[in-house]
């Protein structure tokens, strides 16, 4: 049976690649997934682009375990040699938009479950869900979901890791900071030019130190990544804007890091955009994590935001595919790694749920 499957499902990312499916644009492949779960006799719900269901013998009395990867992607580079909407297998690769990041992950999933789908005395209510917008963190997917289906107690998001255990992710909180200055005319002295000021306010956020320190997950990331200042070569402007993304480990919540940044740092004014992407993580000691590990996968703290973030249960990342080929040029995935994913996803399972 795990043969078959992972033939369909290898046949399924396919068609997903050929089928645009941009955040909020994903009700195509929508289809496309119903279709999976209408061939395999699986009742399933369709929530706007998010298409969910749970297996045959659910138990209100029990746990639930969620199996979650996404179906939108990002819009294709500039830089790709092959077609994103062609499905491309050459030399083992299967090449094509979101062939990584995550059809593979989220076909593997959708094989795993189906397997599962009718077994009967299970410990944990599997509850799968291929949800959207993922890519853009938008209001209709994954998060859209929560208050929808069942109460989830833990959860394996599908994101390319290698197969490896990914216990722990950063969270992502991006500021809009401002720097102000006095205006002027170019031709005059100004000892308050803002875009001189700016020189050691771009030093101050490059030498700052969070204190706390993650085993998992390292050191909270900062970087600004966007400056804008000025419209005319004649004028000094009275601002300058600048935008800061910050990578969080789990020693911090995003509120303590908005708190921390307001506090001390040498701008104007510093506003989050949003609190709600937290850290995510799983105890180490979680049966999960244990199977995984005896069947010898690795853990490690992931750097990338996936849709984890929006969850309040532990959750383990867990997929095939290679986290540095998501969003890349002539993004591929290796048919093997689709195969040896559903493998271990379903031996996972086997040790912990039946």
């Not at 009967?120 to 998060?143: F, M, Q, T």
Request: charged residues 25%; negative net charge.
């Amino acid at each position: 049976m795990i043969e078959q499957l992972t033939q369909e499902a290898i046949s399924l990312l396919k068609t997903l690649i050929e089928t645009q499916s941009f955040s909020s644009e994903e009700d195509i492949t929508a289809a496309e997934i119903e279709d999976w779960f209408q061939r395999h006799e699986i009742d399933y719900t369709r929530t706007k682009n998010n298409v969910w269901a749970v297996n045959k013998y659910f138990d209100e009395a029990k746990p639930s375990l969620l199996l979650n990867s996404h179906h939108d992607t990002v819009k294709p580079n500039s830089a790709y040699t092959k077609d994103p909407f062609k499905a491309i297998v050459e030399d083992g690769k299967l090449y094509g938009l979101g062939s990584n990041d995550a059809g593979g992950c989220l076909v593997s999933l959708m094989a795993t479950f189906t397997y599962f789908y009718n077994h009967e005395n299970l410990k944990y209510n599997l509850v799968i869900v291929a949800s959207a917008e993922e890519e853009s963190s938008g209001p209709n997917g994954l998060n859209s979901m929560l208050s929808i289906i069942p109460k989830i107690d833990v959860a394996i998001v599908g994101e390319p890791t290698l197969m490896n255990l990914a216990v722990a992710e950063k969270g992502l909180v991006v500021f809009d900071a401002v720097l102000t200055g006095t205006p002027s005319h170019a031709a005059h002295p100004n000892n308050d030019n803002v875009i001189y000021k700016a020189i050691d306010v771009l030093q101050w956020f490059k030498d700052f130190k969070f204190e706390k320190g993650s085993e998992a997950l390292g050191d909270v990331k900062l970087t600004v990544s966007q400056i804008k200042a000025g419209k005319q070569h004649n004028a000094v402007p009275a601002d300058l804007e600048l935008v800061i993304d910050v990578r969080v480990n789990d020693a911090y919540s995003n509120s303590e890091i908005a708190e921390i940044l307001e506090k001390e740092s040498p701008v104007s004014s510093i506003i989050p955009r949003s609190l709600r992407l937290n850290s995510s993580s799983i105890p180490t000691d979680h049966d999960l994590v244990k199977a995984g590990i005896a069947i010898g996968r690795s853990t490690y703290g992931s750097p990338t935001l996936s849709d984890q973030a929006v969850l309040s249960c532990p959750s383990l990342k867990l997929g095939p595919g290679d986290s540095t080929r998501s969003h890349s040029a002539d993004e591929f995935i290796y048919i093997n790694e689709i195969e040896e994913g559903i493998k271990i996803y379903v031996e996972l399972l086997n040790r912990v749920i039946v």
